[in-house]
Structures are given as C-alpha cells and as structure tokens.
C-alpha cells in the first residue's frame, strides 16, 4: 500500500541517517542522494523556522506600509520608534476577512482548476513556436518521467480575454476589484496557502503519490516548509507543482498590475507612464513563462524542490502581493518618469529580458539537440557527465560551455536580476518599498546558485569540478 512504502522509505532513511546502511540497498539510497537535503544542518534549520515565522508578516507588513503610510517604510519604522504606532495597532486599522473576499477568492482559484483540468490546450495547434499539450518532464530522483498537461498560455489567454471583455463590455465587476479587497484577499490567499502547503504534508505520510521520491529528514519544520513529496497529484492530472507554481498566482500577476492601473486611473485621471511600463515589462515575463511552460519543466522548481510550504504558500501569498509592489506603489505615489528616464528602464528591461530568454533557448535547444546545433555560429563545447538515480540506472547528460553558458553559469538568472531591477527603477527614487524586489531576488537568486550547485556537485561528482574549472564565474562575469 502507500502508506506501507511511504513507512519502507522513512525506515531506509533512518538507516541511512544512522550510517547502517550496506551493501548494494545502501549503494543504492547512496545512488539516490542528489536533490533535496536528506539530513538538516541547524543553520539551515534556523533559516527554516525564522521563515516559517517572519515571512507572513513581511507580506503584512510591506502591504500594511502602503495601505497606511502611503508605502513609506521610513515614516512607519519611525513612528514604531517614537511610540506613535506599534505591531497591534497597525494591525487593528487593518482591513479584516470578508465574506465578498473569500467568493472573488474562491471563484478565481475554482476557475482556473476548471481551466487547468477541464480545458485540453489547443493553442499549439495554430500559434507556431509554441510547445503545449502532454509532454514529459524530467527524470525524477528515483528514476520516473511524468507527464504533464501543458495548458498555461491558453488559460492566461482565455483569463485575461474575459476580463478585458467584463471591463469593455459586460460590466460585471468593476477592474478595481482586486484592489478595493486586496488586504482582505491576502487573509484569503493565506489561508489556502496553509491548508494546501498542511494537506501535502499530510498525504506525504498517508497516501504519497510517488513514496520512492519522498524525502523525509527527520525534522518537522523542515519537512514542511521544503516538502516531502517531489510530485504530489491528485489524479492522473492535478500535478500541485505546475498548478501552484503556475497558478492561480502568475496568472493572477498581469490582472492584479491591471487593477492597479484601473485604480490609478479611477484615483487620478490618468495612468501614469512608470505603471505602463511596469505592467509591460512584468506582462512581458509573465508570457515568456507560459509561452514556455514545456521548458519550465525541466527547471529547479520542478526538478528539485519537493512540495511544502515554501512552495505552496509561497505560490498563493508571497508571489501575489510581493512580486506586484511595484504596481502598488505606484497607486499610492503616481509617479511620471522623464522621457530618458522612461526610455532608460524600458532599455534595461528588454535587455535583461534578452539575456534572460536568450540564455534559456540556448540551454533548451542545445539539450533537445543533444549538442547538434548551433550557438552563436559555431557547434557548442560541453562537458560530458554521468549519474545515477535511486533506481541504480546510470545516465550520461552534457553541461554546456558555449554561448552565455561559457560567460557564467547561471547567465539567465544575470538577465532576470536586470529586468527585477527596471521594475523597482520605474517607481523613481523616494522611498525603499518598491526596492525590496531586486534585493529579495538578488537573495534569492544567488540562493539558488548556491543551492543548484551543492545539488550538481553531489549529483555529478568529478564532472562538476571539470565544469566550475571551464566556467569558473557563477553569475556575474569577472566578479561572482
């Protein structure tokens, strides 16, 4: 039964953990080793539960500064400081839960199940370019291929064509709507954020879907906040990774910058040139993901981390009301960029988008090809590594060296770090808010680096040291 395999890999994991295990069933789990940490180190601990801890109330606190100090983080620590304001009572002006909140809540996240299980992509059968439908993912830790409905751009399509229908024509609600319930929505979004992130930590133990790719480290905290089950489902289809990830959150991203924009329009009259290009440049990175979810796929989120609370709430709270700041601010403090100054942001945005889109075809094209094309006119160099999955197979994969991939290794996350920053850069430079963006993602990316590496390192070996020797910078050229 899957409770009873579930109980067989705690049970090896224990062994293991305790150093028992020998013989050709511990080759094997040693075999298994690359992917999420099997054991805790207390730093990462700590880091854990500091998260677990703080991070709901950055949310709340960064969305709290705009609905009651028009976005000034300054006046807001100031006036903590000379007693005027306190935790308890920011949090009594708050905005609580309404029932209104909770249907506009439930009905997204209802209709884009509805969308993502209900609706089989046609779109890559007429847009040229576009891989959508079933594909397969990568191979997982012990060993198997999934498959995957692939259905994103046409559910943002399909989203975004009713809503710009209801604002033109139907006139059901008004574009406002996100932002008029928006600190009620974040009570909403925090609550199915816990219960999904609690759920899959429940049937991880009870009924796993896969038990051979479950990690189970011996510590709660960090069971839960990084996740137990690498692919948890319902179903054959309802994968809780590429729904979570990809919506209701990213989704959502475009429709909530464009309520911002309608409420800044409703507000002032006009929108301001800075929301226009927030709303461009995020839209243009929102697209590109969908555009590209086949290709997402084989990416660290889907990949690597197992499915726990950093990716469940995060995907419901963190994504939503942080990554959209920008846009938020710029309804309390409407701001109207110079012409060099617009042109400016909209330069190093595009730019970082090349990089960023350029730096993924290269790797994409040169994996579907297995090194039989092209990368900036010439065939591509590459190192030639081998692993095993916890099955005991051995694999063979090649680690490019051509192209932005011979300038640093993680040349894509250089390009999305330029396109964070032309985001914060279109709210001007008064207040520190709309800057917690690029230094959150310039966290979280060189995180990742940190992170994917000590996972390449375990999971190639000697290869990975021939690799970091050819290509010795990680994100940034000549500096890091």
Same mark, same amino acid.
């Given at each position: 039964?899957?409770?009873?395999?579930?109980?067989?890999?705690?049970?090896?994991?224990?062994?293991?953990?305790?150093?028992?295990?020998?013989? /050709?069933?511990?080759?094997?789990?040693?075999?298994?080793?690359?992917?999420?940490?099997?054991?805790?180190?207390?730093?990462?601990?700590? @880091?854990?539960?500091?998260?677990?801890?703080?991070? /709901?109330?950055?949310? $709340? $606190?960064?969305?709290?500064? +705009?609905?009651?100090?028009?976005?000034?983080?300054?006046?807001?620590?100031?006036?903590?400081?000379?007693?005027?304001?306190?935790?308890?009572?920011?949090?009594?002006?708050?905005?609580?839960?309404?029932?209104?909140?909770?249907? &506009?809540?439930?009905?997204?996240?209802? $209709?884009?199940?509805?969308?993502?299980? +209900?609706?089989?992509?046609?779109?890559?059968?007429?847009?040229?370019?576009?891989? @959508?439908?079933?594909?397969?993912?990568?191979?997982?830790?012990?060993?198997? &291929?999934?498959?995957?409905?692939?259905?994103?751009?046409?559910?943002?399509? &399909?989203?975004?064509?009713?809503?710009?229908?209801?604002?033109?024509?139907?006139? #059901?609600?008004?574009?406002? &709507?996100?932002?008029?319930?928006?600190? /009620?929505?974040?009570?909403?979004?925090?609550?199915?954020?816990?219960?999904?992130?609690?759920?899959?930590?429940?049937?991880?133990?009870?009924?796993?879907?896969?038990?051979?790719?479950?990690?189970?480290?011996?510590?709660?905290? !960090?069971?839960?906040?990084?996740?137990?089950?690498?692919?948890?489902?319902?179903?054959?289809?309802?994968?809780?990774?590429?729904?979570?990830?990809?919506?209701?959150?990213?989704?959502?991203?475009?429709?909530?910058?464009?309520?911002?924009?309608?409420?800044? %329009?409703?507000?002032? @009259?006009?929108?301001?040139?800075?929301?226009?290009?927030?709303?461009?440049?995020?839209?243009?990175?929102?697209?590109?993901?969908?555009?590209?979810?086949?290709?997402?796929? =084989?990416?660290?989120?889907?990949?690597?981390?197992?499915?726990?609370?950093?990716?469940? #709430?995060?995907?419901?709270?963190? *994504?939503? $009301?942080?990554?959209?700041?920008?846009?938020?601010?710029?309804?309390?403090?409407?701001?109207?960029?110079?012409?060099?100054?617009?042109?400016?942001?909209?330069?190093? @945005?595009?730019?970082? !988008?090349?990089?960023?889109?350029?730096?993924?075809?290269? =790797?994409?094209?040169?994996?579907?090809?297995?090194?039989?094309?092209?990368?900036?006119?010439?065939? /591509?160099?590459?190192?030639? +590594?081998?692993?095993?999955?916890?099955?005991?197979?051995?694999?063979?994969?090649?680690?490019?060296?051509?192209?932005?991939?011979?300038?640093?290794?993680?040349?894509?996350?250089?390009?999305?770090?330029?396109?964070?920053?032309?985001?914060?850069?279109?709210?001007?430079? %008064?207040?520190?808010?709309?800057?917690?963006?690029?230094?959150?993602?310039?966290?979280?990316?060189?995180?990742?680096?940190?992170?994917?590496?000590?996972?390449?390192?375990? =999971?190639?070996?000697?290869?990975?040291?021939?690799?970091?020797?050819?290509?010795?910078?990680?994100? *940034?050229?000549?500096?890091?």
């Amino acid at each position: 039964t899957p409770m009873a395999a579930a109980e067989s890999v705690r049970k090896r994991n224990k062994a293991r953990s305790n150093g028992a295990e020998t013989g /050709p069933k511990g080759k094997r789990e040693e075999l298994g080793k690359w992917g999420r940490a099997w054991e805790v180190d207390w730093f990462s601990l700590a @880091g854990v539960i500091l998260l677990l801890c703080f991070a /709901p109330f950055i949310v $709340f $606190f960064f969305i709290m500064t +705009c609905d009651q100090y028009q976005c000034s983080v300054s006046h807001v620590l100031l006036d903590m400081y000379n007693g005027d304001a306190s935790p308890l009572s920011i949090w009594s002006r708050a905005p609580s839960f309404t029932w209104t909140a909770a249907k &506009i809540y439930a009905s997204w996240v209802t $209709f884009q199940v509805v969308l993502y299980m +209900c609706v089989p992509d046609v779109t890559h059968k007429f847009l040229p370019g576009y891989v @959508g439908g079933v594909q397969e993912g990568a191979r997982t830790p012990a060993g198997l &291929i999934n498959k995957y409905e692939i259905n994103g751009l046409q559910c943002w399509i &399909i989203t975004h064509v009713l809503w710009a229908a209801n604002a033109y024509y139907f006139h #059901w609600f008004s574009p406002t &709507i996100i932002f008029d319930n928006w600190i /009620p929505l974040l009570w909403c979004t925090n609550f199915l954020g816990y219960a999904v992130s609690t759920f899959a930590f429940i049937k991880a133990y009870l009924f796993p879907t896969n038990p051979e790719d479950c990690k189970f480290t011996g510590n709660v905290f !960090y069971n839960y906040m990084m996740g137990i089950e690498f692919n948890p489902r319902i179903g054959k289809w309802f994968d809780f990774k590429l729904f979570f990830n990809g919506r209701p959150g990213i989704v959502a991203w475009t429709l909530i910058n464009l309520s911002y924009a309608a409420k800044q %329009q409703e507000l002032y @009259g006009h929108v301001t040139n800075s929301m226009i290009l927030v709303n461009v440049l995020q839209a243009i990175y929102v697209v590109d993901f969908f555009w590209n979810e086949a290709w997402y796929l =084989k990416t660290i989120d889907i990949c690597h981390d197992h499915f726990g609370w950093y990716l469940g #709430w995060g995907d419901c709270v963190w *994504l939503p $009301f942080l990554y959209t700041l920008q846009g938020l601010y710029l309804v309390y403090n409407p701001i109207q960029l110079s012409t060099p100054h617009a042109a400016g942001v909209l330069i190093l @945005g595009l730019s970082g !988008y090349y990089i960023f889109r350029s730096a993924n075809h290269q =790797k994409d094209l040169f994996r579907r090809t297995e090194g039989n094309c092209k990368i900036w006119g010439r065939k /591509p160099s590459y190192i030639e +590594c081998s692993y095993r999955s916890a099955d005991g197979a051995s694999h063979k994969s090649k680690l490019m060296t051509s192209g932005f991939w011979g300038v640093t290794r993680h040349m894509n996350y250089t390009g999305d770090l330029m396109g964070s920053l032309a985001y914060c850069l279109a709210c001007g430079g %008064q207040h520190l808010l709309p800057y917690f963006y690029i230094i959150y993602m310039t966290i979280l990316l060189v995180h990742r680096c940190i992170r994917d590496e000590h996972r390449c390192s375990n =999971k190639y070996s000697k290869d990975w040291k021939r690799y970091t020797d050819a290509v010795p910078q990680r994100l *940034l050229p000549g500096i890091f």
